[in-house]
């Protein structure tokens, strides 16, 4: 029994720490993404996410935060995935989700932005030990997914802000909100406010340009993997990959699949060596 006991805890104690280090380094990258794209703070006034959400393209797969995208390959509707920061975070009840364009850095989003999809009323299935995917089965359409579509020359858009918003019972689409529509100006704040969504909980974007800008768009920064928390080393001390994102919104460094690590995968090896250790240990009383 002791023995048993202490073997489990050998074999848990690297993955719980390796799944704490990079579910750290993951959110720490994603807020900084929205800092230094500047979507914070002029679309979002904060940006505080409870879950990694990764939105698979048809044809393309998972992208990273900022990846640039062609209007072609962001065309088709995405699939979207939530990955909830550690076991105390639940995707149970309602959400809403939101795509907008916030423009090329340095816009003036005063009078709003455009709204690319709006679906209130979607489910998250599966549980936190695998992917979480965003059913659109119970959801009400306000405005169905519309691709990227940014005038020629106009520079890289940060599209698309995709925002899954918390939707508590109390929430009541505003007028304007209740039949289907299509893309037009939006000012999302207002619209999670006079609703009634309830806080963040994840989100990414993606960037797209057709052409090349004509006008001086402002520079932002990269996101370095240097100063964000760190994660667990390997052997050889080498640090871990972490996506690099450039100004431009083009990512460098790891793949885009690569890019998320998939945190349920570690609960769920956890689950089940502790499993067959309690199986192993009632079978010896």
Sequence with gaps: MIILSLLTSFIILPFATAQSNDANIQFKAIEAHFTQSQIVPSLLPTFDPSALLIANYPGLGDVTPGQKLTKEQSSPTPTITVTPANSSVTLDGRFTIAMVDADVVGSDLSKGVNRHWLVNSVSVTGTYFIDNNVSFAS????????????????GPHRYYVIILYTQPE?????????????VT???????????????????????????????????????????LIPSSTSASGDSPNVTVSTGSGEPTGTSKNSSVIKLGRYSLFVTIIVGITTVISAQSV
Excluded: N, Q, R
């Design 139 to 154: 959801g009400t359409a306000i405005t169905a997914y519309a691709g990227p579509g940014p005038a020629a020359g106009s």
């Design 170 to 182: 109390s929430f009541a689409a505003p007028p304007g909100f209740i039949e289907p529509i299509g």
């Design 185 to 227: 100006l939006f000012d999302v704040i207002k619209y999670a406010k006079d609703s009634g969504l309830g806080p963040i909980v994840a989100a990414t974007y993606i960037t797209v340009e057709d052409g090349t800008a004509t006008a001086s768009i402002p520079p932002t920064s990269a996101v370095i993997s240097s100063t």
